[in-house]
């Protein structure tokens, strides 16, 4: 089993920026790849961003390509996305995931999630 917990949500002006976090717990963080997603009221959870078990591959979204940086600290069991540029559009709940797929893009592919952040962009 892997516990997961998000923090670094908020309200943020638009062109803002904020950082979130995924301190991870329980089996060996190191040994899984982590994804963000994200869901907006009344829509699907989409995929973000996900990151290989080493650090080395990341992967984006279209939507968040160029704005948002997805990095993770193993020594400290934590993934992070920092998120430059917000956009109205980008607000919603955030979560992390955990799954053994390196680069999924899909929600079936990740085995843990976290409980979520919100993020609130306002224009």
């Known amino acids: 089993q892997v516990q997961l917990v998000e923090s670094g949500g908020g309200l943020v002006q638009a062109g803002g920026s904020l950082r979130l976090s995924c301190v991870a717990s329980g089996r060996t963080f190191s040994g899984y790849s982590m994804g963000w997603f994200r869901q907006a009221p009344g829509k699907g959870r989409e995929f973000v961003a996900a990151?290989?078990?080493?650090?080395?591959?990341?992967y984006y979204a279209d939507s968040v390509k160029g704005r948002f940086t997805i990095s993770r600290d193993n020594a400290k069991n934590t993934v992070y996305l920092q998120m430059n540029s917000l956009k109205p559009e980008d607000t919603a709940v955030y979560y992390c995931a955990a799954g053994q797929v390196m680069g999924a893009t899909m929600t079936s592919h990740y085995a843990y999630w976290g409980q979520g952040t919100q993020v609130t962009v306002s224009s």
């Open positions: 990151i290989s078990w080493s650090g080395v591959d990341t």
